[in-house]
Nanobody, 126 residues
Framework: QVRLVESGGGLVQAGGSLRLSCAAS????????MGWFRQAPGKEREFVAA????????TYADSVKGRFTISRDNAKNTVYLQMNSLKPEDTAVYYC???????????????????WGQGTQVTVSS
């Protein structure tokens, strides 16, 4: 069983920055592909970013490319999402997720992830 706990959300003005953290339980965090998704009010949950366990390869949604950066610290069992140049349309609940299947590519599909955090709210004011 893997437990994921997100933190770092909050209220920020447009153009500002936030860094989300996701602390994971489990002794084999270094073997998990990790991802971030988000869900805005009235919308479907959507992919934001992912990072592999093997090479640290990353992939991003087009809407956040160049503004968001996903990274991981295996020594701390933590994955991060650095969000810069935030826009009001980035307002959403952000979820951390883990894929424990040892895939060697960044995972974009929600259905391939095994564990999810409870989410953290990010609100960007205009």
């Amino acid at each position: 069983q893997v437990r994921l706990v997100e933190s770092g959300g909050g209220l920020v003005q447009a153009g500002g920055s936030l860094r989300l953290s996701c602390a994971a339980s489990g002794r084999t965090f270094s073997n998990y592909n990790m991802g971030w998704f988000r869900q805005a009010p009235g919308k479907e949950r959507e992919f934001v970013a992912a990072i592999t366990w093997s090479s640290g390869s990353t992939t991003y949604a087009d809407s956040v490319k160049g503004r968001f950066t996903i990274s991981r610290d295996n020594a701390k069992n933590t994955v991060y999402l650095q969000m810069n140049s935030l826009k009001p349309e980035d307002t959403a609940v952000y979820y951390c997720t883990a894929d424990t299947s040892l895939r060697v590519y960044p995972v974009v599909r929600q259905s391939l992830y095994d564990y999810w955090g409870q989410g953290t709210q990010v609100t960007v004011s205009s």
